[in-house]
């Protein structure tokens, strides 16, 4: 079992920074590939970055790629996204979630079997 809450997400203007922070409760948490989501108004819930245990493997989708960072630290069961430059297209609410082992870096929700609360992120023009 594994629990997860965002926090870090707020009111910014294009071209800003924020960091996302996601902690994790249960003993097993640096054996799950770590995922964030973000889901736009009227929009499905979309991939955007993922880690994998070993801290070092990480996979994002195009449109964050140069501009989001992803990292973990397995020793404090923390994950987070460094998004910097950012833009009013990347306004949505923020979902960290987990991934069992085996399944690679997976960009479908349904392989990912615990999430956040989700955290609103709103980026001004």
């Known amino acids: 079992q594994v629990q997860l809450r965002e926090s870090g997400g707020g009111l910014v203007q294009a071209g800003g920074s924020l960091r996302l922070s996601c902690a994790a409760s249960?003993?097993?948490?640096?054996?799950?590939?770590m995922g964030w989501f973000r889901q736009a108004p009227g929009k499905g819930r979309e991939f955007v970055a993922a880690?994998?245990?070993?801290?070092?493997?990480?996979y994002y989708t195009d449109s964050v790629k140069g501009r989001f960072t992803i990292a973990r630290d397995n020793a404090k069961n923390m994950m987070y996204l460094q998004m910097n430059s950012l833009k009013p297209e990347d306004t949505a609410v923020y979902y960290c979630?987990?991934?069992?082992?085996?399944?690679?870096?997976?960009?479908?929700?349904?392989?990912?079997?615990?999430w956040g609360q989700g955290i609103q992120v709103t980026v001004s023009s």
């Open positions: 979630a987990a991934c069992p082992p085996g399944l690679g870096f997976s960009l479908r929700t349904a392989d990912y079997n615990y």
């Open positions: 880690v994998k245990g070993d801290t070092i493997s990480t």
């Open positions: 249960g003993r097993t948490f640096s054996t799950y590939t």
